[in-house]
């Protein structure tokens, strides 16, 4: 399995620039196929995927309906006009586990870092599956080290690799899509922030205190084999999460968080969501947006951000 700790540790160390991305949820697919010499998007699709098809999970199987997700995965292609490609795959957020954790210091050999970060991790993660695989990146910070810890469990990396490379797709990246939305903020010139990415399942923050990420964590909105929230719900779910994680930031940090940035990566989206939040939560509230990005709608810019992100920036 040292394929996929590579390219896990390539996306999150030295981001590659492949033409070609693809996002899987729980409900949608998307994609986009960028022009290598003007960086610019060619081609793009957002196509809902049937209830149930996929169902986020750690460390049991994902895909219930391979065949459907199959032909889905070739309907995306046609539409991007490919096909056979290398391309960076997003998959749910709740497949990667993942922490970041404060060193004063740490051993120079990669072995014994290795070693004290899974010990780390193990306080957090008692009873590991046996064939989780980790990276990590060392992040300075303030006379600190803080590493930024991902985990997945090899097999349910490869279950989704394996529907792409039947098609002819080699998935040469692997990463979740709150991490690639940071490329698209200004941290310096915004100061202490929260990123908001909500998919139909999952809410996912990450913030960022002096231009450093202090904080990364996902919660699904329903927990596994429940139905789904209603919408006063969601809201209510999404407002305590996010207004306890500022508390716990700011009693953590010292400092203050300013504004709230909010990617809404939802297939049907419910139009007075981004308004009763903003009135709802008690800092500035504004949208993620993929900016000198052309021919896009405001609905598709929210949706293929991450992808944008991870390509164009």
């Not at 929260?194 to 139909?200: C, G, H, R, T």
Request: aromatic residues 8%; hydrophobic residues 40%.
């Amino acid at each position: 399995m040292a394929g996929f700790l590579d390219r896990l540790e390539d996306y999150l160390i030295k981001p590659p620039l492949p033409s070609v991305a693809f996002q899987l949820s729980s409900h949608y697919m998307s994609g986009i196929h960028v022009s290598p010499k003007e960086r610019k998007i060619k081609h793009h699709f957002i196509l809902p995927l049937k209830n149930s098809v996929i169902q986020s999970s750690f460390n049991k199987k994902n895909v219930k309906d391979g065949s459907y997700l199959e032909k889905k995965i070739k309907e995306g292609m046609e539409k991007l006009r490919l096909s056979k490609s290398k391309i960076a795959l997003f998959i749910p957020e709740v497949c990667l586990n993942v922490f970041l954790f404060p060193f004063v210091s740490l051993p120079s050999a990669q072995k014994d870092k290795e070693e004290i970060i899974r010990w780390r991790v193990k306080k957090q993660m008692p009873l590991l599956p046996k064939d989780t695989r980790l990276s990590f990146e060392v992040i300075k910070s303030d006379g600190e080290k803080k590493i930024l810890v991902t985990l997945a469990k090899a097999s349910v990396i490869q279950e989704y690799e394996d529907f792409f490379s039947r098609v002819g797709l080699k998935v040469g990246a692997i990463g979740v899509s709150t991490l690639s939305l940071s490329n698209l903020l200004d941290s310096e010139g915004e100061g202490n922030l929260m990123v908001i990415n909500l998919e139909d399942d999952t809410i996912s923050l990450i913030a960022f205190i002096n231009s450093e990420i202090v904080l990364y964590r996902h919660k699904p909105f329903v927990l596994e084999g429940q139905s789904e929230l209603p919408f006063s719900q969601k809201l209510e779910s999404i407002v305590k999460e996010v207004e306890n994680t500022v508390n716990f930031i700011e009693d953590r940090e010292k400092k203050k968080i300013n504004s709230f940035w909010i990617r809404m990566g939802l297939v049907s989206p419910e139009e007075e969501m981004f308004s009763i939040l903003r009135e709802r939560l008690s800092l500035p509230l504004k949208g993620v947006e993929a900016s000198g990005v052309s021919g896009l709608n405001f609905r598709e810019k929210q949706i293929l951000s991450p992808l944008i992100g991870q390509i164009l920036c």
